[in-house]
């Protein structure tokens, strides 16, 4: 709790949270209506795509934006024809200045929708950088990443189920038992433990 460790006392952070502020982080996040969404890819899967990459071109590098960009695009493909003006914040990674390439990646999202719905969005989008310590959404949407992670990687459910009323849909892109572009885990279909691909190995 002290500033110069840079953890709680800076910003709520679920890994680095004790138990005891963790429980209490969570039973605020309970008390309002938050409606979460999420994207997440299978790491086994993205090394095999990398892999197969390099295999085609030894001058392919990977990156960890070409993955963020991407899930960001499959993020908000469908959520912003609705409104007149969205502001999307996003947390500042590192020292780079991404406000560019994620305004390009939220206008191609815009574009493909159009696309395959026919549906033109005329909204104004305005994206935001931000530090993590500055928002309280920030630090929010990190405990239900990190409820998320605990359950493909530890098998671990139960903070997600503690969550699970606030989630609005986690689209797994990489389980493609049954459609090529993944599934919808939503309120009509919960994500479980018992849903999982027995194969995947987490996020």
Same mark, same amino acid.
């Given at each position: 709790?002290?500033?110069?460790?840079?953890?709680?006392?800076?910003?709520?952070?679920?890994?680095?949270?004790?138990?005891?502020?963790?429980?209490? &982080?969570?039973? +605020?996040?309970?008390?309002?209506?938050?409606?979460? #969404?999420?994207?997440?890819?299978?790491?086994?899967?993205?090394?095999?795509? +990398?892999? *197969?990459?390099?295999?085609?071109?030894?001058?392919?590098?990977?990156?960890?934006?070409? #993955?963020?960009?991407?899930?960001?695009?499959? #993020?908000?493909?469908?959520?912003?024809?609705?409104?007149?003006?969205?502001?999307?914040?996003?947390?500042?990674?590192?020292?780079?200045?991404?406000?560019?390439? #994620?305004? *390009?990646?939220? %206008?191609?999202?815009?574009?493909?929708?159009? !696309?395959?719905? %026919?549906?033109?969005?005329?909204?104004? =989008?305005? =994206?935001?950088?931000?530090?993590?310590?500055?928002?309280? %959404?920030? *630090?929010? &949407?990190?405990?239900?990443?990190? !409820?998320?992670?605990?359950?493909?990687?530890?098998?671990?459910d139960r903070y997600l189920d503690y969550l699970w009323?606030?989630?609005?849909?986690?689209?797994?892109?990489?389980?493609t038992r049954k459609n090529p572009y993944g599934v919808?885990?939503?309120?009509?279909?919960?994500?479980?433990? !018992? !849903?999982?691909?027995?194969?995947?190995?987490?996020?």
């Amino acid at each position: 709790m002290q500033v110069a460790s840079r953890k709680t006392a800076l910003m709520f952070h679920a890994k680095d949270d004790l138990p005891e502020v963790r429980r209490e &982080v969570f039973a +605020v996040l309970k008390k309002y209506p938050l409606r979460f #969404l999420a994207v997440v890819r299978n790491k086994r899967r993205v090394l095999e795509y +990398v892999q *197969q990459r390099n295999a085609l071109d030894i001058n392919y590098h990977y990156h960890s934006n070409e #993955l963020y960009d991407y899930m960001v695009r499959v #993020l908000f493909k469908t959520l912003l024809h609705k409104d007149e003006r969205y502001e999307i914040y996003f947390s500042k990674r590192w020292k780079q200045d991404r406000t560019n390439a #994620l305004r *390009q990646a939220i %206008g191609a999202a815009q574009r493909r929708f159009a !696309a395959q719905s %026919g549906i033109q969005s005329t909204s104004e =989008v305005i =994206v935001i950088p931000q530090k993590a310590q500055d928002s309280g %959404g920030f *630090q929010a &949407v990190d405990y239900f990443l990190w !409820a998320l992670q605990r359950f493909y990687e530890r098998r671990e459910d139960r903070y997600l189920d503690y969550l699970w009323d606030s989630f609005r849909l986690v689209h797994d892109l990489d389980d493609t038992r049954k459609n090529p572009y993944g599934v919808y885990y939503t309120k009509k279909e919960p994500l479980t433990l !018992a !849903a999982l691909d027995d194969d995947s190995p987490g996020i």
